[in-house]
Structure formats: structure tokens, C-alpha cells
């Protein structure tokens, strides 16, 4: 692990710090407040495409900028917490209208413009979640991305100067069925590292590696519920017989590895309860994917990382109606293995 | 009626104390916090279907375990609160899943243990709904229920192990033109009867008869308003010339009758007001239950209590703003006859 | 603008009050608290079509009677906030089961009472979004009509007695691709007037001008706020090479118009960073309206005024994050030229 002196020498730097704040806000995509974190994770995206690792670059300092020139809290916004959602919804934007999904396309014109504004508007819905959630001490998550790459996406449907790829066709949705498909060791494999790439978008079990790294260079736990989501996610997609091509492309994994990491130790602190409840949480995300994928289809909207946001939601906000978890409060929530110091620190006195 | 004594006898009994619980969480799909109407009502269901009287019965065994494993207060596992959610749910997966709805078929494995997660899922909904309702004295209602379904229902669709039944096949919406339908007796009298039963999801006239008999034994105004409000909601579709087939299969009816009883009495003092307001919701539910359908269609959901949900829901969220009705909080209300004698009580003071 | 107490002289009054409580209503669906904008706008409608004036009114009387049968607050019902749900309730119902959609026909018997039923639901719906959205201080807009229109439009598709237009037929969306439209003047002229006519779902640009007017009485800003939201949807649209037709209907602005007068002075005080937010809230109602009908061609429904709800409803809940705006709570909030100088008034102290 990082010291903390050498993990925050930049944060309160003068002209350093911006680029400080903005690759935290992409290390919060996947929960970590370390500017290692996000260097290493953008790293990773650069590896898979330099025009995705790019835009999500612009995306993270678009919001992040918004977040100042609003005069944001200057604490939320040196913990990355405005950039993540732009981070993403810039790679989406990119992601959705390119002919080419694994690389991307560069943007035209009429697209960056789309992009900024759509970025500037998630840092807008950061207050607003928090306003709606903060009392409940349940955080806002990616729903900002979620939201706007909702509204951004759906209307481009009507405008001629941008198209958008097939992904985005609205269609009727078909029930699969029988014969189970047969699986390979490729399922399993490319399905849980690519559960972690396409967090980001990204085709490519290199960058789900790389991305991993990142988050343990910041918390093994973390990294290990990353894993474990993603993998229990393929699992139970295998069980009941999903699509191959929908696993290997982890697609039912994605969301899965963001709950394990929410729930598993960050905002719940990971004892045996909360460990039987992140599992449960897991599972229940990768049925979530599948079935918001069946009610958005008729609309051609992809999920995005709605699944994950509405069940630890929904999860959280049930904690203080069972004792036997300890919750930790968005403000608080640093890393499982400070959560777990800290809670036996607590009940040891 | 059955006196406190009788009725509460084995709610703290160390060992038969469970099922009493579960039998409560039965009867508290239509509020009715006695062991002996949720004995009366699983009665009713076996004597349409063992399969559907079986997994009822399973289904709020799961869901009541699943609370008191996390530590759930205990006084809301003894009032039944944990399990009307999920009786109703494993009843929803198997008849959606069945080749035959009216009797449903016996699950395979795969589906049983996507029951037991589904279950014990809709357990985490229940505090999470409270945290979001509770400072508005609003009820969760059958939320859990009703999200738990659509979560797992959809995802259905994309795994090849667990088929779904035509009813859940994606459809696009089309408008019903006339001429008006011929109505006979028989639209008004199973109308009337199956807009009971079917909130268990029983194609069977005498289930509703039943249930009706099940609820008398705890309340006569909560059964009464029960009917009014399967009968209202028959009339008004007869009124308006909706499909015949519908209508007869009580699909007009359900959500009404749990409208009715939530508004007429137990959550608002019945007094003239509040007759008024609940007419009014009884008839809105009719329409929404309606518009759900058209707005779930392209997806192939169903519809399931979420028409008395969002209705009554929005309906207790205004009473503070209308002085002319009395409201009753959730934790207060037991049957409208308690809280009639309660109000008057309280004026004369 | 009209001196205060010859806006108010009948507001107070024992038999004419009621009349003055209506037509506030009216004007109070362009947050125009005073009775001689709510006549200018009614004569307005009544130029386009006598159906449509004549339903308008008479939806905001049964709201606004409804509300005051259940003892709704006097000084909410004086100040017409039950009345504009009704009005636009009213027409909204009549304009899409019309084969003539521009003039409207007149509504059957079956219709007449489906219009009372759904006005008193929408005064129904007030409180229920007052007590939800209140403690933020965010006023609930017209979020009783959008969803009262939902519910009641979506379910006269099972209903034979009433048939609906063709608007609200159910299609797959498709993704509407180049050439990029020949726009003309007429575009811009008849997209900017009917982005305010239709508001009130009227398809004439005369009719915009007046209503325009009828804001102006009572505020030149917010007059100005309405026209200039207008325009930028128009611009938007234009740039990104939307459908010609849909622009000259005024569909891209009426939404955009009624978020630039709610964020521009209204409810945000009309500072530089107000201007910027408001700027970015109009654009953002332009996508949302675009994405929104994607999500609900599939079922068949109309956007009506949801972007322009749930873009406010954002941008507001976020306010207390963002210091440089300068918030106005709803209950405050009067005309933008008053919250400026209220404002500049309370920074000299």
C-alpha cells in the first residue's frame, strides 16, 4: 500500500492539485480516493484505446471543473468525487455513437459539444442525490452517470448530426431458451476480467488486470470483493444458462463487481453478516442487469451501471433495520481494512 | 371476531411461536395481523392448488427466517411484516413460470433456489422502503413484493434453465376499439369474486370467497371494503367497456380491493371524508392497474399490486395536506373497528 | 404590471373569490400567481379553440373545488395551486382522444366524468408531492399532472368507450438519421411561439404571443426567461439536426420554456451564476424532452411537461450545493423582479 503523506502530497498543491483531484475521480469510479489509483486505472484504458482513455480524461475534468465554477465543496471535489461520473459518461457517449465499440471512434464536433454538457450536467446531480440520500447516510454512487447517460443517450435517437451504433436499436426482447449454451474455460475467464473492463466500457481482459491492480495498489479487499463479484456473477449466469457471448463480453459481471465492493467492507464493515449480505447482494445485481436489460430494451437503452446503483441502494437503506451489519457512513467509508480497524478499535473500548 | 387472547396465544410461544408468525405474514397480504385469517386464507389457496398453497406457505417461511438471520426487529417478524412479501413472490415465480397459471406446476430445482434468493431478497426490501416512507407515517406496503418481481421475473427471460409462460411474453400495446363487450352475470359475479382471489394470484371464485371469510374473522368493515372495492372497480370497467376477459378474471379487481382496505379505514379514521377519498382511489386504482399494463407491456412484465401501491402511497403522502381526514399511523393501525372506537374515544376527551 | 391591490381586490372576496382562485390557477401553470395573467392566457386559448378554453376552465374548477371538499389550506387553494393540474389535466385528455388535435372535439359523456375523476385525482396528487418534496424546499411543479396524464391516458387503451388519436399509438422509436433537415425561417418563428402555446397544448402561434403577454403582465423577466427557453431549445435542435416538424410544433421548447422561467429569477435568484445554471438546465430540458419520448414511444405515451419536472426538480434539489447560486424557497417565491431586489435588499443589511 501507498503511505497516506505520499498518496496526498499533491491534494492541496497549488496548480498540481486539479490533476490531483481528477484522476481520484477516476479512481472513484471504482471507489478509490488515490490518485494512483486512477493514474494506473487510466493506464489501463489507454492500453485498450487511446481515444477512450482520452475522453474519459476530458470527462473527469469537464465535471470536475463544473464542480468549481459552481463553487462546490472544495473537500468533495479533492476527493474525486465530482469527476468519476463524468469520467464515465464521456467514455459512454463515445462508446454508443462509434461504429466500432472496442476502440471507439473520435468524436466529431457536434458530439464534443454533447459531451461537455452531459459531463457538466452529471456534476450537477451529485447534490442532488446527495440531497435526496445524504439523510439516510446512503451515497449517491454512479446515478449522476446513470441519469444523464439516460437523457444523452435517448435523444440522440432524434438528431441526425449524431448516429448512434446498433447497440443503442430499441428492439422487442425474446425469451432464451433451451438448450443450456456450452461453456468453455474462455466463459469464465474473459467473463470475470472482463467484468471488471467493462465497468469502463472497455473489451479487453488486459484492462480488467490492469484495473484491479489499481484498486489493490489502494485495498486488497477491495480488489478481492472486485473479483469475487464478478466471478460469483458468471457463476450464477452460468447455473441458469445465460447467453455465452453476454458472459464472455462480462456484461453480468460489471455491476456484480461494483456491489461487492460497496457493500463488501466499504460501506458496510465486512463481518459475517455483512459478508452473507454482500453475497446476496451480488447475486441479486446479476438477476437486476438481466432483468433492467429486458425493460430498456424497447427503448434501446443500455443499462449502464444501473443495476448496481439500485440494489446497494436499496441495500443500504435497509441497514439500520437489521443490527447484525454495521454500517459506515459515506464521510467515513475509506477502505474495508480502515473500516475494520476502526469498528474493532470501537467495540474494544 | 376471535378475542386478543386466543388470537395472540402462540405469537411468543418459544417454539410454535414461527409458525404463527409465518401464518400472520400470510394473512398480512391483505393486513390482517392474525394467525388464524392467514391459516383461513392458505386454506383457501391449497383448496385451488396444493402446489400454490405449498410454495405460499415456503415462501413466507424464507423471507421470515431471512429477518430474524440479519436481527430484524422482532416485533415486526411477530406481526407477520417479513412474510406477506414473500409468500406472495414464490407464488409469482411459479405461476409465471408454469405452463398452467390457473393450478401452476411443481418447480425444478434451478427455479426452487431462485425462489429462496428472490424470498429472502424481498426481506432486505422491507426496512429499505421504511427508511424511505417511515418518517412520512407511510407503509412499505407490498413495494418488496412488487420490485422483487420485476428484479427476477425480468431477468427470467435471458436464462435458458427456467422458461416463462405467455403471460410474460413482450408485446406491443394495442388500443381496444368498440363495440362495447356484452357483459353477462358472470363478468359481475367472478369479476367481483376473483378481484379477490387474484391478489394471491388464484384463478378460482371460491379461493375469493374464502379469503373474504378469512379476513371477516379479524375485520367486517376490512372485508366489506374488500368487495366494495373488487365491485367498484367491476363496474367501473363494465362503465367504460373494457376487454370481458379481463374484467372476469378479476384483473380489474385486486389491486382496487387492497385500495380499498388500505384507505377505507385502516391507514385513514373511517368517516365520511374518508369514504370519499377511498372511493376515489378504488376508482383511480381501476385505471392505473390499466395504465401499468399498457406503460409494462413492451417488456412483458405484469402488473402485480403495483397499481395499489403507488395509489395508496400517494394518497397517505397527502393526508397531512386535507384536514378533513384522519389519518392513522402504521404502527397504530390493527382493524378499522380499533380505530374508529380509538378516534372517538379521542374526541370525547 | 398591476399594482398589488388591484391584482389582489377579489382574492379575498366572498362570492367572486372562487372565480379569482380559478383563473390563478390557470396562470399559476406559468407560475403566474395573479388572476388577470390566468384570463389573458384563458382568452388565449379560447382564440384557438372554445373546447379547449372551455375544458381548461373547467378542470381548474373541480381541482380546485376538490381541494377545497377536503379542507385543503385557504391560502394554497387562494393562490390557484390546485387549480393548474386540472386546467392542463382537463385539455390534455380532450387533445388526445380528439381525431382533431388542433381544436379539439367535444368530449362524450363517458369522457366528461373520466376529466372530473382525473382533475380531483391530480388535487389529490399536490400534497402528496408537497410532503415528499417540501422538506427540500423543491416545489412539486406539474408533476400532479404529468402523472395523473399517465395514468389516466395510458389506460384508455383497454377502454372501447373512449378512443384515443393516433398520437398516442404505441411504435418501436427509430433512430432518425442524415441528411441534416432544410431549415427555414418558419422553423424558428413557429418553433419559438408554439414552444409557448403549446404549454397548453395549443397548436397557433397567436395564441403563444398572448400567453407571452399574459406573463408579461405580471413579470417582464420571466416573460423574457420564457421566450429566451424557447429559443435555445429551437437553437439546439436546430443545430443538432432534429426533426423539422417536431421543432415548428414547439415540442423541443414548451419544456425548455417553463425551465427557464422556473430556474431563471424564480426559484434561484437571477445572479450571473443563476443565468449560467439556468442556460445549462434549458439545453438539458431540450435532450431530456428528445430522450424521454424515446422511453415512451414504446407505450404509446406523450412526454407532456415530465422534462421540465424532473430537470427542475434536479437542478433545485442540487441548489444547497452549489454556493453560488442563491436559492428561493417555493413559498417565497413571488416574481424574479421581487426575489432580485428582496435579495439585493437582504446583502446590503
Redesign the interface.
Known amino acids: 500500500m501507498i503511505p497516506a503523506e505520499l498518496r496526498d502530497q499533491f491534494r492541496d498543491h497549488p496548480t498540481l492539485g486539479f490533476a490531483d483531484w481528477v484522476l481520484r475521480g477516476i479512481g472513484q469510479v471504482v471507489f478509490q480516493n488515490n490518485p494512483v489509483s486512477g493514474a494506473v486505472i487510466l493506464g489501463g484504458i489507454f492500453y485498450n484505446s487511446w481515444i477512450y482513455g482520452t475522453v474519459c480524461l476530458l470527462g473527469a475534468i469537464i465535471s470536475t471543473a463544473t464542480a468549481i ?5 472544495k473537500g468533495l471535489v479533492k476527493d474525486g468525487l465530482f469527476g468519476f461520473n463524468g469520467a464515465l459518461i464521456a467514455i459512454a457517449l463515445v462508446a454508443y455513437t462509434s461504429p466500432h465499440f472496442t476502440t471507439g471512434d473520435p468524436p466529431n464536433g ?1 458530439l464534443w459539444l ?1 459531451i461537455i ?1 452531459c459531463a ?2 452529471s456534476s ?9 440520500l445524504g439523510p ?1 447516510k446512503v451515497p449517491g454512487l454512479t446515478m449522476p452517470f446513470v ?1 444523464a447517460g ?6 440522440l ?8 451504433s446498433n447497440a ?14 456450452e461453456y468453455s474455460w474462455i466463459t469464465w475467464f474473459h467473463g470475470v476480467t472482463m467484468g471488471i473492463s467493462e465497468i469502463f466500457f472497455q473489451d479487453n481482459w488486459v484492462t480488467g488486470v490492469i484495473i484491479l491492480v489499481g484498486i489493490a495498489i489502494n485495498t486488497r479487499i477491495g480488489a478481492l470483493m472486485a473479483l469475487m463479484g464478478s466471478t460469483l456473477a458468471v457463476a450464477t ?1 452460468v ?5 455465452d457471448e ?1 458472459i464472455r463480453d462480462g456484461l453480468f459481471g460489471y455491476n456484480a463487481a461494483l456491489t461487492a465492493m460497496a457493500l463488501g467492507g466499504l460501506f458496510l464493515v465486512l463481518n459475517l ?1 455483512g459478508l ?2 454482500t453475497v ?1 447482494g451480488v ?2 445485481t446479476a ?9 430498456l ?5 443500455p443499462v449502464l451501471t444501473s443495476a448496481f446503483v439500485f440494489v446497494t441502494w ?2 443500504l ?9 454495521i454500517p459506515v457512513a459515506p464521510a467515513d467509508a475509506t477502505t474495508p481494512e480502515d473500516n475494520l480497524a476502526r469498528s474493532r478499535k470501537f467495540q474494544k473500548r
Request: hydrophobic residues 55%; aromatic residues 18%; proline residues 9%.
Open positions: 465554477l459552481f463553487k462546490a465543496d457536434h454533447y454538457l457538466a450536467f450537477v446531480l451529485v447534490p442532488a442525490f446527495s440531497a435526496l439516510h441519469l439516460w437523457f444523452f443517450l435517448g435523444a435517437l432524434q438528431f441526425s448530426t449524431i448516429d448512434v443503442l436499436k430499441p428492439t422487442s426482447p425474446s425469451d432464451f431458451t433451451g438448450p443450456r449454451p449466469a447455473f441458469y444458462g445465460a447467453h453476454a453478516p452473507i449480505y446476496i447475486l441479486v438477476r437486476v442487469w438481466a432483468s433492467l436489460g429486458i425493460f430494451e424497447p427503448s434501446g437503452m436499496l441495500m437503506l435497509a441497514k439500520n433495520g437489521f443490527p447484525a451489519l
